[in-house]
């Protein structure tokens, strides 16, 4: 799988945009970015996805650079329950063998909510 | 709607002890299963998934393995546990598309002392 790198931590205040970079520069043509957000002492869950164009849904929106190379969670409004670690991943949907559906988690970005 | 079931939540166990961690997935037929690990300070690791009934793939070569005895049951299992399988447990599933959202449980947080 390709590798993305995300900074260690960010922190916020609330009620303010965060935006959470991830790069992942070797990504190849047919690679989803994938973002999960995994709460203190729970397990992840999935956050959003896209390939090419930007995607929103009720949790955030994905920005994609042109060139794929790197891409942005935006949290539009910040708030206390969004402190999580966030797990920027890419996944190829044609990859078969013992890498069909595999998540291949990083280290990610703690992000720290500020009242 | 769908859940996904863990249980124990927390347990400690000796060295040496045997480990049985139960997954179960209600409201889905034939999901894909996996079973991940996370170690304190570290980022989830992948151990086992499974695409069927008896159909289970191991990613990494340890002192754990995995059954999946019915088709939304998923078990991980140990004879004798290890200090480094202490770590905090989770399950997952997904519909069967390899690009589709996995959807965790709640976990289980083993020590092992």
């Known amino acids: 799988d390709a590798k993305t790198t995300q900074p260690n931590s960010m922190e916020s205040n609330e009620e303010e945009p965060v935006h959470l970079p991830c790069n992942h520069s070797?990504?190849?043509?047919?690679?989803?970015i994938h973002w999960y957000r995994q709460l203190p002492s729970q397990g992840p869950e999935y956050v959003i996805h896209?390939?090419?164009s930007n995607v929103n849904n009720r949790m955030a929106s994905l920005a994609i650079a042109e060139d794929r190379k790197s891409s942005t969670l935006i949290l539009h409004r910040a708030t206390l329950r969004d402190a999580a670690v966030y797990y920027c991943?890419?996944?190829?949907?044609?990859?078969?063998?013992?890498?069909?559906?595999?998540?291949?988690f990083g280290q990610g970005t703690i992000l720290t909510v500020h009242p | 709607s769908q859940t996904i079931h863990q249980w124990p939540a927390t347990l400690v166990q000796p060295v040496g002890s045997p480990l049985s961690l139960e997954c179960t997935v209600e409201?889905?037929?034939?999901?894909?299963l996996y079973w991940y690990r996370q170690a304190a300070g570290r980022g989830l690791q992948l151990l086992f998934y499974s695409v069927g009934i008896g159909q289970i793939s191991s990613e990494v070569p340890q002192n754990l393995s995995a059954s999946r005895p019915q088709d939304r049951q998923f078990i991980l299992s140990s004879k004798k546990l290890l200090l480094s399988d202490s770590g905090f447990y989770l399950c997952?599933?997904?519909?069967?598309?390899?690009?589709?959202?996995?959807?965790f449980g709640p976990g289980t947080r083993l020590t092992v002392l």
């Open positions: 997952a599933w997904s519909v069967t598309s390899s690009y589709n959202e996995q959807f």
């Open positions: 070797t990504i190849s043509g047919t690679d989803y």
């Open positions: 896209g390939l090419t």
């Open positions: 409201g889905t037929s034939n999901p894909n």
């Open positions: 991943i890419l996944r190829d949907p044609n990859a078969g063998g013992t890498s069909y559906g595999k998540l291949t």
